[in-house]
């Protein structure tokens, strides 16, 4: 049985993967000084009834690191 923690998790990523690529950190080469990252967040409910679960919101906040 998949736990409830791991199923909001993929709840929020699979939303996630359906938003369209403007945001989203980009691939860069392995030469590349710079790293982008994204802190994704959801409030995730749960019909307690039928186990089902909805995504209320999605957050997300694309950051880029310089490397030394």
Do not use: H
Request: glycine fraction near 6%; charge should be negative; aromatic fraction near 4%.
């Amino acid at each position: 049985m998949v736990s409830l923690a791991d199923r909001v998790a993929q709840c929020v990523i699979d939303r996630y993967l359906k938003l369209p690529k403007r945001g989203k950190p980009t691939a860069k080469g392995t030469d590349s000084v710079k790293e982008e990252w994204t802190v994704l967040a959801g409030f995730v409910i749960e019909d307690t009834g039928t186990n089902e679960l909805d995504l209320a919101d999605l957050a997300t906040l694309s950051m880029t690191a310089m490397l030394k």
